[in-house]
């Protein structure tokens, strides 16, 4: 008898889970609450959709799930990834180990999934919402309500997100749905987001882009290092550093924790070799006055700032500024630091951190607690860097969760 398979979210982990599932031969639907399928993928890397990395390993992860990851990953990786998009007639394009459609639209991704879906007979139900999900033990199967009507599968994947960027559907829906059969849910916080931060002096460099590094710390102590493209706005730090640091920022600060963030807009020098630098600066232009002896150095808007913060004027005379004055504006360029209060919230993170914890699924990506309920994509504590680590979790947790919930009896119990 043909199994019947429900997902629950037509997102990239959705999408996936339902097209694995119809290729064991099981009759597939997907329920989206969207007006269509896949919408925040086309989001993605600036809408050119950065779909995995060369780069790839647990360590490009955070969460609760390494054990889970690892054994996720090796299943269905990087090199599977772009053999199966391959298959869909998708060619690829590969920059510093980031992979990219050659099209460079995201929605080539989305529509080759999209007829794929189609070309497998996948039932796509959009505008769809699931409002209750039960599990009848003497049907021995799970019952879905949904807007005045229900539906009966033998199996069901919840692949339905987090709590990032609501406005494509991920509004916390699959927690409350996890949690009706015992799962805990890690809190979650925004990840992959830009730092808000206490200072007012933002407003004066907002809109700037510049290189930098960047030292998050938590009640004083050095707890990671981001270097990239900073872009500093008018209420702190975005940036790829920067939302490589939000998720471990955003625990502290539920924690009531003190955050700070130590920026170097120098990253390639230390102490000794900056303060070599500026004495060499001094002696071949000494005369000139601070707004000229710094030009040249970083962003004219960076200087000012910092020059304003170690209380030298921009019309002094760089041989005439007090030595403990230049020294302070050294360590301004080396480490200006930064009081964080808070992070961007969902609505304008990339990614959600938390979610279900992943020590109560098992390696097919089924539930622990309950037999023939499966979990695929974000709705999972696992999230990743910047760099296509998501969609490369998406793609695999998908692939996993739709064949075991195609090949695998629903068990009794509970």
Same mark, same amino acid.
């Given at each position: 008898?043909?199994?019947?398979?429900?997902?629950?979210?037509?997102?990239?982990?959705?999408?996936?889970?339902?097209?694995?599932?119809?290729?064991?031969? !099981?009759?597939?639907?997907?329920?989206?609450?969207? %007006?269509?399928?896949?919408?925040?993928?086309?989001?993605?890397?600036?809408?050119?959709?950065?779909?995995?990395?060369?780069?790839?390993?647990?360590?490009?992860?955070?969460?609760?799930?390494?054990?889970?990851?690892?054994?996720?990953?090796?299943?269905?990786?990087?090199?599977?990834?772009?053999?199966?998009? !391959?298959?869909?007639?998708?060619?690829?394009?590969?920059?510093?180990?980031?992979?990219?459609?050659?099209?460079?639209?995201?929605?080539?991704?989305?529509?080759?999934?999209?007829?794929?879906?189609?070309?497998?007979?996948?039932?796509?139900?959009?505008?769809?919402?699931?409002?209750?999900?039960?599990?009848?033990?003497?049907?021995?199967?799970?019952?879905?309500?949904?807007?005045?009507?229900?539906?009966?599968?033998?199996?069901?994947?919840?692949?339905?997100?987090?709590?990032?960027?609501?406005?494509?559907?991920? /509004?916390?829906?699959?927690?409350?749905?996890?949690?009706?059969?015992?799962?805990?849910?890690?809190?979650?916080?925004? !990840?992959?987001?830009?730092?808000?931060?206490?200072?007012?002096?933002?407003?004066?460099?907002?809109?700037?882009?510049?290189?930098?590094?960047?030292?998050?710390?938590?009640?004083?102590? /050095?707890?990671?290092?981001?270097?990239?493209?900073?872009?500093?706005?008018?209420?702190?730090?975005?940036?790829?550093?920067?939302?490589?640091?939000?998720?471990?920022?955003?625990?502290?600060?539920?924690?009531?924790?003190?955050?700070?963030?130590?920026?170097?807009?120098?990253? %390639?020098?230390?102490?000794?070799?900056?303060?070599?630098?500026?004495?060499?600066?001094?002696?071949?232009?000494?005369?000139?006055?601070?707004?000229?002896?710094?030009?040249?150095?970083?962003?004219?808007?960076?200087?000012?700032?910092?020059?304003?913060?170690?209380?030298?004027?921009?019309?002094?005379?760089?041989? /005439?500024?007090?030595?403990?004055?230049?020294?302070?504006?050294?360590?301004?360029?080396?480490?200006?630091?930064?009081?964080?209060?808070?992070?961007?919230?969902?609505?304008?993170?990339?990614?959600?951190?938390?979610?279900?914890?992943?020590?109560?699924?098992?390696?097919?990506?089924?539930?622990?607690?309950?037999?023939?309920?499966?979990?695929?994509?974000?709705?999972?504590?696992?999230?990743?860097?910047?760099?296509?680590?998501?969609?490369?979790?998406?793609?695999?947790?998908?692939?996993?969760?739709?064949?075991?919930?195609?090949?695998?009896?629903?068990? /009794?119990?509970?």
């Amino acid at each position: 008898m043909t199994r019947q398979v429900a997902v629950i979210g037509g997102g990239a982990s959705g999408m996936m889970a339902a097209i694995w599932a119809a290729g064991e031969g !099981a009759s597939v639907t997907v329920y989206e609450k969207n %007006d269509r399928v896949g919408k925040k993928i086309l989001s993605t890397g600036n809408g050119r959709c950065n779909f995995s990395n060369e780069a790839m390993g647990v360590e490009f992860y955070h969460g609760s799930g390494t054990a889970l990851l690892s054994g996720v990953l090796s299943a269905f990786g990087v090199a599977r990834t772009k053999e199966f998009f !391959a298959s869909l007639g998708m060619r690829i394009k590969e920059r510093d180990g980031y992979l990219y459609p050659a099209s460079d639209q995201a929605s080539t991704v989305l529509d080759l999934l999209r007829y794929e879906l189609k070309r497998r007979g996948v039932a796509v139900h959009t505008g769809e919402a699931v409002r209750t999900l039960t599990f009848d033990k003497s049907r021995k199967q799970f019952l879905i309500g949904r807007q005045g009507k229900a539906g009966c599968y033998d199996s069901v994947i919840l692949s339905c997100g987090g709590k990032a960027a609501p406005n494509t559907g991920s /509004d916390g829906d699959g927690f409350r749905l996890a949690e009706q059969f015992g799962h805990r849910i890690v809190r979650p916080v925004p !990840a992959l987001a830009a730092l808000v931060c206490r200072e007012s002096f933002y407003k004066q460099v907002a809109g700037v882009r510049c290189d930098a590094s960047l030292v998050l710390q938590i009640e004083g102590k /050095d707890v990671g290092v981001e270097r990239g493209e900073l872009q500093l706005t008018d209420y702190g730090l975005s940036g790829i550093p920067a939302f490589q640091l939000c998720r471990t920022a955003g625990y502290a600060l539920l924690e009531k924790k003190s955050v700070t963030v130590r920026v170097s807009f120098l990253p %390639d020098y230390d102490v000794a070799s900056c303060g070599s630098f500026f004495r060499e600066r001094l002696s071949a232009h000494g005369a000139d006055e601070m707004d000229v002896f710094l030009t040249g150095i970083v962003n004219k808007k960076i200087n000012q700032l910092l020059l304003k913060l170690a209380g030298i004027r921009e019309t002094q005379r760089a041989q /005439d500024v007090p030595a403990e004055a230049m020294k302070r504006l050294q360590e301004l360029y080396l480490g200006l630091e930064t009081a964080v209060t808070g992070t961007n919230g969902f609505d304008r993170a990339q990614v959600c951190a938390g979610g279900v914890d992943c020590t109560e699924i098992t390696e097919n990506m089924m539930s622990k607690r309950r037999p023939g309920l499966y979990f695929a994509g974000e709705i999972l504590d696992i999230d990743g860097l910047c760099g296509g680590y998501n969609l490369q979790w998406a793609w695999s947790s998908g692939m996993v969760a739709g064949r075991a919930a195609a090949r695998e009896a629903t068990l /009794d119990g509970m």
